[in-house]
Structure formats: structure tokens, C-alpha cells
């Protein structure tokens, strides 16, 4: 019997894979239900997956049961869009935007529900601090947790927490790999191989190595190669040890982007460069070592113990479009010149962690209960070089055809050493209380103890040394309760709180030190269903997120204090699982209305967020003509964004349209097409705005076609 004759089998054996996809869809077809990635689970190779605890262990219930919106998108959906990173794949979860880096940053940097989220990925339910574009070559899963979260994840989470679930090694023997070619030059590879160790033990091995340019944008160069061993002992026993390596490298020539002229992007093409390709660089050198032991005491009991350490190295050696005075709206393009900005960076950011947790089950009749505890120790540094800007040392070059070959003015000289140190001493407590078969309370708390010391070094002879430092001890509870009128139906309520300390995002200085957290809370209430048999899931969720001091900087004093005040309010939507044995769909839908309620800079007062949209969809559909022959076709909608926070500027919104094609030949062998922004539309992705002279946006990639050759043994 072949995969799709399987699958077929293993969605009437469960009646329809709605019910156990708990909660699918919070806010996209498939948002719902981060579960426990085990390797009993059943694969159905589809946009559904069965019924899952959250991979975070304070969640003690299924997702279904779960009063929040969580967003996941499996290895099915990964492998059938053909998604290569962790960016690709944020497009199957509404809410989500792409920035753009900010004075040499690079890696991954998005908004969730209005708000930064730079400093909120995890691996595996641990921070993964560090500046890199994270590939998909390890994932066996993504996962969203949608409003403030820092009873589950200590700092930052204003609008939510994406958390990578990574690929664990299990019994049995497998043997797969992928070979992708097309695009602009693009060549990637995979393996994916796994051998059983004995009765309870298992090695599996995943190795990527990918080059590929960008369509229409002539210099862009992605180049990375990564390699994740794991091994697990202990499974199926009460004693079972993880260890887990993941190892990647990148060498990549940045997209610079586009410069803004009045409020909208210069009218120039996607293939217009604005950078020096011979002297830009955005380099990584990832490593990351995580332990986990897990030991089951008895039916009640349950211990475990996690520890990382992480060593992110990175340089960011990248030329941007800059403007020494705004050029007016009646010059023509064709006398309008562009500087060069250098804001190049480089440096380490180091990790150490440990996580405890005790999780104790009791059952006395009608109620039963789930009480967690646990201590969390974290310990981050960041040492960093900044460059001096060359912003004025490069010729300038003209609007509509500027020269990349520009003449290079040669290294930058070191102009500061900042080193920022942090050290975190958490205590969690969760009770999930079950009366019946109808209602679940759980409440929650966090007690976080965040110490952060700067040390800023110039190169200034003598040197001059500065240093702040500050200590911040926050509590932060969570409550919700959920009602099941039916079997394959909830509603739920829930309240969840967060906190941002000015050394969030390993960054501090002697005006921030003076500032308190930021604090932030959500109010969420929403539904889950299954219908048409148990094969589709459907959600609805009402939110409304408030930062009730946020750090604002007087334009005219540039002192910076806790003045604002933000909001974003919403409704998602989403709908997955199978429409018929052959028909899959994952649908999401999300209205955010993300404003500043109020600020110092009055001029703020009333807008939107910066790269919020009012409106995004997205839509991923797959059909199986007969066994073994499948077409996709995917849809994104993203509406108009505010570049800036002073309603200055804009992103324009678009529509792009993907699709699908793939044949398993045999057994062992089978063949994919993937197509994207297949209408050729001209679009922008990441975006940042700081002024009219200093901004950049960046085109998404034109038409692209990748053919990908797939094996197993």
C-alpha cells in the first residue's frame, strides 16, 4: 500500500482528523495545535495533524483544550510549499510581518500582532538568541503562541512566541534526501537519516547545504549549510535522554533594498542594487548543544531537566540607500542622487541554560488536576563590535542606475566594544484544574529576576569606558477557563501578561537603564470546533493586546521615558483538514487594528503600528487526482502597512499566488514543482523607516520555479 492509500486508512480509522487536531486553526487554517511531536503521532502527510500537548511543558492540555491561539505548521506543509526557512514559513501564520534590519542587523526579524518579535524564538522551548536565518532543514514543526506569554517564556512576548520544534531521532531505520534545483541558480540539498540504537535508543542525522540567488534581484546571494545530529536513549522507558546539536553556517550577500521617495518606495525595479557586492557580507557561525532528561517517577510524577548552550557568531558588512536631504516630490527621479550608509556590525552572543520542571497529576473523581513547577536559570551575553559608518566616504550614485561597482573606500575602523551580560533566575507555578468533561480553569505565574550590566568600550585614545547596569524582579499571572458544550466543540477566555526590560534584546545603555519594564496584557476570548465528521477544524479567536508604558523618545530632548501607550485588537479566523478524503485545505484570516494610543510624540497619536496591516489571509489547498499525484495551490494576501509610526510612509499591499505539483513515481522516488509569486507581482516584504533620509524596503523575489527530486529507503 502506498502513502496516499495509507493516509486515506488512517483518516477513517480516526473519523475524520478534526477533533484530534485540537484547536487547528487559531487564526489560520492550521493554527492550532502545538502538541507533543512524539514519535507515536501519526503522520498523515497532510496540512492536519492529530491531537497534540503543546511542546511546552507548563501547557498541560491538548491544544483543543487550550485557552489561547497557537499556530502550527507541521513538516507536511513545509515539505509540500517547498519552504527552505523559518521566514517562508511564517507566511501559513496571519499576524505575522517581516522587518527589515536596523543599522547593520540582520537574521530573522518579524512583528507578531503589531508588535517586535526579535528577541521571541525559541528552539525546542528554549530562547535561541542569536542573529542568523534559521532554516528548515531541522524542523519538525513550527509553533505560534499568539498574545503575551511570559509566564511560558519569561521577557519580551508582547505579541506572541514562534518556538521550533526540531527533528528527534526514534526507532527504526530511515534513509531520506532531497535534491532542489532552479530559481536563480539555486541548488540545495538534504539527508535525513535515522538508525535505531538497540531496543530504546535511536541516532538520526539531518544535513542541508543550499546557494541560491534571488529572481530579478541580480546580486543577492543566499549561501548556508547546517548539520543536526540527535540522539535519544531511554525511549519507551520511565529514564529517557535527548541530546540534540544543531551547527550552521551562512556567507551571504544582503539585499540593501530601496529608498523611499515622499511615502511610498522609489519607483525603480526589484533588479535596481544599491549595495557594493564586493565588500557586503552578512556571515553566521551557529552552534547550539541542548540536553533534555526526562524521568517518569510514577503515574503522577514526572521530572525533567533541559540545559543549552549556544555560541551565535555573526558580521553584518552591508551598504544601504540613504539620502542627505529628503529629496522632494518635484525633483525629477533622474536628478535625485543616493549616498551609501555602511552601519556594519559583527560580534557573539552566548547562551547558558537550565530548566527544572516537576509536573504532578492528580484525579479525585469529578475534578482532576495538572500542577507544574519549575526553575529556569538563563544566562546571555552579547559582544559586539560596531564599525564606523562609511556614509560619507562613498561617491554618490544616481537614483534610477546606481554603479555597484562603486569604488569600495576600504575597511571599517572599529568605533565601539559594547558588551551587555544577563543573567535570569525564574520560578513558574501552573495549576490546570478539569471539573468534568465540560470545564477547565488554569491559573499560572511567573516570577522572573532579570539582571542586565553594559559595558560600552570607544576606541578614543584614552578609551572611554561606560558602563549601566540594572535589576528588574516582575511577576506575571495568567488565567483562562474553557467550556466544552459538546465533544468536538470549546469556547474559552483567558488573560495573559508580559514584560519587556530594557535589556530585552541584549541591548543597554545609561538612558535606558533608568526605565522599568514595559508591561503588556491581552484579553482573549474565542471558539473551536470540528465539523464535517470530525475532518475540519474551525476557530474564531477576539483579542485585544495593551502596552501600557511603552519607551518613548522626545523628538526634541531625545530622553527617552515610559510614556506610550499602544494597542492592537483583532479577530482571527481559520479553517483546516480535509474538505473530502482528497481535498485539504488550511485557510487563515486576521484583522488587527494595532495603534499608538498615546505618546510624547503627539504626531503618533492615532497610528497604526509600524508593518501592521489591517487585513492578511493566506491559503494553502492541496488535491489528490489520483494516488500519487497532488496540486497545490497557495494564496497570500497581506493589505497595506505603515512603514513608519508617524503615518509618513507606506508598504503597499499585494497578492501572490503559489502552486504545486508533485508524483511519487515509486516507493522510493518522487518529484515536486513548486511555483512562486507565479503572477510576477512586483511586492515588498521587510521594511525599515527611521526617516525620510535614512529607510529602505525590500522587494520580494519576482517569478520563481523550483523542480525537487525526493527520495527514501
Known amino acids: 500500500m502506498d502513502h496516499s492509500t495509507t493516509r486515506r486508512a488512517a483518516l477513517r480509522r480516526r473519523a475524520g482528523l478534526g477533533a484530534t487536531t485540537a484547536c487547528v486553526a487559531s487564526a489560520m487554517g492550521f493554527s492550532a495545535t502545538a502538541a507533543a511531536y512524539d514519535q507515536t503521532t501519526t503522520e498523515v502527510g497532510s496540512v492536519v495533524v492529530t491531537a497534540r500537548k503543546p511542546t511546552i511543558g507548563v501547557l498541560s492540555e491538548k491544544i483543543q483544550n487550550t485557552a489561547q491561539s497557537i499556530n502550527v505548521v507541521p513538516k507536511e506543509v513545509l515539505q509540500q510549499e517547498g519552504v527552505t526557512s523559518l521566514q517562508e514559513a511564517l507566511k501559513n501564520v496571519p499576524g505575522v510581518t517581516l522587518n527589515a534590519g536596523e543599522g547593520g542587523a540582520h537574521g530573522d526579524t518579524v512583528n507578531l500582532r503589531g508588535f517586535p518579535a526579535n528577541d521571541d524564538f525559541f528552539l525546542d522551548g528554549l530562547r535561541d538568541t542569536g542573529f542568523y536565518t534559521r532554516d528548515a532543514f531541522d524542523l519538525d514543526a513550527l509553533e505560534v503562541y499568539k498574545g503575551p506569554a511570559s509566564t511560558l517564556f519569561g521577557r519580551g512576548s508582547t505579541g506572541g512566541v514562534i518556538n521550533q520544534v526540531s527533528k528527534q531521532a526514534h526507532l527504526g531505520e530511515a534513509l531520506s534526501g532531497t535534491l532542489t534545483v532552479g530559481g536563480k541558480n539555486e541548488n540545495r540539498e538534504t539527508v535525513d537519516a535515522d538508525y535505531g540504537l538497540g531496543d530504546d535508543a535511536a541516532f538520526r542525522i539531518n544535513a542541508m547545504n543550499q546557494s541560491s540567488g534571488v529572481e530579478q534581484q541580480p546580486y543577492v546571494?543566499?549561501?548556508?549549510?547546517?548539520?543536526?545530529?540527535?540522539?535519544?536513549?531511554?525511549?519507551?522507558?520511565?529514564?529517557?535522554?535527548?541530546?540534540?546539536?544543531?551547527?550552521?553556517?551562512?556567507?551571504?550577500?544582503?539585499?540593501?533594498?530601496?529608498?523611499?521617495?515622499?511615502?511610498?518606495?522609489?519607483?525603480?525595479?526589484?533588479?535596481?542594487?544599491?549595495?557594493?557586492?564586493?565588500?557586503?557580507?552578512?556571515?553566521?557561525?551557529?552552534?547550539?548543544?541542548?540536553?533534555?532528561?526526562?524521568?517518569?517517577?510514577?503515574?503522577?510524577?514526572?521530572?525533567?531537566?533541559?540545559?543549552?548552550?549556544?555560541?551565535?557568531?555573526?558580521?553584518?558588512?552591508?551598504?544601504?540607500?540613504?539620502?542627505?536631504?529628503?529629496?522632494?516630490?518635484?525633483?525629477?527621479?533622474?536628478?535625485?542622487?543616493?549616498?551609501?550608509?555602511?552601519?556594519?556590525?559583527?560580534?557573539?552572543?552566548?547562551?547558558?541554560?537550565?530548566d527544572t520542571e516537576a509536573t504532578y497529576k492528580l484525579d479525585t473523581g469529578m475534578v482532576s488536576q495538572t500542577l507544574v513547577a519549575g526553575l529556569e536559570f538563563d544566562q546571555e551575553g552579547a559582544h559586539t563590535v560596531r564599525y564606523a559608518n562609511q556614509l560619507s566616504q562613498i561617491a554618490l550614485t544616481p537614483l534610477l542606475s546606481p554603479d555597484p561597482n562603486e569604488a569600495y573606500p576600504g575597511p571599517q575602523t572599529v568605533s565601539s566594544r559594547p558588551d551587555v551580560d544577563t543573567q535570569t533566575a525564574s520560578a513558574v507555578f501552573s495549576d490546570s484544574v478539569d471539573i468534568g468533561s465540560q470545564w477547565s480553569l488554569v491559573g499560572a505565574i511567573r516570577v522572573d529576576r532579570f539582571h542586565a550590566r553594559s559595558v560600552t568600550t570607544s576606541t578614543a585614545t584614552p578609551p572611554v569606558v561606560t558602563t549601566a547596569e540594572r535589576t528588574d524582579t516582575i511577576a506575571t499571572p495568567r488565567a483562562s477557563i474553557v467550556y466544552k458544550p459538546l465533544p468536538n466543540a470549546s469556547v474559552y477566555a483567558s488573560y495573559g501578561t508580559s514584560y519587556d526590560p530594557s535589556a530585552e534584546n541584549l541591548s543597554?545603555?545609561?538612558?535606558?537603564?533608568?526605565?522599568?519594564?514595559?508591561?503588556?496584557?491581552?484579553?482573549?476570548?474565542g471558539a473551536k470546533a470540528t465539523v464535517l465528521h470530525d475532518r475540519l477544524s474551525l476557530t474564531a479567536a477576539l483579542f485585544n493586546t495593551e502596552m501600557t508604558n511603552a519607551r518613548v523618545t522626545d523628538p526634541v530632548s531625545k530622553v527617552t521615558s515610559l510614556e506610550g501607550n499602544l494597542r492592537a485588537r483583532g479577530v482571527e479566523l481559520g479553517a483546516s483538514g480535509h474538505l473530502t478524503d482528497k481535498w485539504e485545505v488550511l485557510a487563515g484570516y486576521t484583522y488587527l487594528d494595532a495603534r499608538t494610543v498615546s505618546s510624547l510624540t503627539t504626531t503618533a497619536v492615532g497610528k497604526l503600528l509600524p508593518n501592521t496591516a489591517h487585513n492578511q489571509a493566506n491559503l494553502w489547498t492541496i488535491y489528490e487526482f489520483t494516488e500519487g499525484f497532488?496540486?497545490?495551490?497557495?494564496?497570500?494576501?497581506?493589505?497595506?502597512?505603515?512603514?513608519?509610526?508617524?503615518?509618513?510612509?507606506?508598504?503597499?499591499?499585494?497578492?501572490?499566488?503559489?502552486?504545486?505539483?508533485?508524483?511519487?513515481?515509486?516507493?522510493?522516488?518522487?518529484?515536486?514543482?513548486?511555483?512562486?509569486?507565479?503572477?510576477?507581482?512586483?511586492?515588498?516584504?521587510?521594511?525599515?523607516?527611521?526617516?525620510?533620509?535614512?529607510?529602505?524596503?525590500?522587494?520580494?523575489?519576482?517569478?520563481?520555479?523550483?523542480?525537487?527530486?525526493?527520495?527514501?529507503?
Open 221 to 354: 546571494l543566499n549561501r548556508r549549510w547546517g548539520v543536526a545530529p540527535s540522539v535519544v536513549v531511554g525511549i519507551g522507558t520511565p529514564t529517557k535522554l535527548t541530546v540534540d546539536y544543531l551547527h550552521q553556517v551562512e556567507n551571504n550577500i544582503p539585499d540593501p533594498g530601496i529608498p523611499y521617495i515622499g511615502s511610498a518606495p522609489a519607483p525603480v525595479g526589484r533588479e535596481v542594487y544599491y549595495g557594493l557586492p564586493a565588500a557586503d557580507r552578512n556571515t553566521a557561525d551557529v552552534d547550539v548543544f541542548t540536553a533534555r532528561l526526562e524521568h517518569k517517577v510514577n503515574d503522577q510524577l514526572t521530572l525533567s531537566e533541559t540545559v543549552r548552550y549556544g555560541e551565535y557568531g555573526f558580521t553584518s558588512f552591508i551598504t544601504e540607500p540613504h539620502f542627505a536631504t529628503a529629496p522632494s516630490l518635484a525633483t525629477p527621479l533622474s536628478s535625485i542622487l543616493v549616498q551609501r550608509d555602511r552601519p556594519s556590525t559583527g560580534g557573539v552572543v552566548r547562551t547558558a541554560m537550565s
Open 630 to 713: 497532488h496540486v497545490g495551490v497557495g494564496v497570500n494576501y497581506l493589505g497595506q502597512r505603515a512603514a513608519d509610526a508617524w503615518g509618513v510612509a507606506f508598504i503597499p499591499g499585494y497578492t501572490t499566488f503559489d502552486g504545486m505539483i508533485s508524483y511519487q513515481i515509486n516507493s522510493h522516488i518522487g518529484v515536486q514543482l513548486n511555483g512562486y509569486n507565479l503572477a510576477d507581482k512586483y511586492y515588498f516584504t521587510n521594511a525599515y523607516y527611521s526617516s525620510a533620509v535614512e529607510n529602505h524596503v525590500i522587494p520580494g523575489a519576482g517569478r520563481t520555479i523550483t523542480l525537487t527530486l525526493t527520495g527514501k529507503y
Open 508 to 525: 543597554l545603555s545609561a538612558s535606558t537603564a533608568a526605565l522599568a519594564p514595559e508591561r503588556d496584557q491581552t484579553f482573549e476570548a
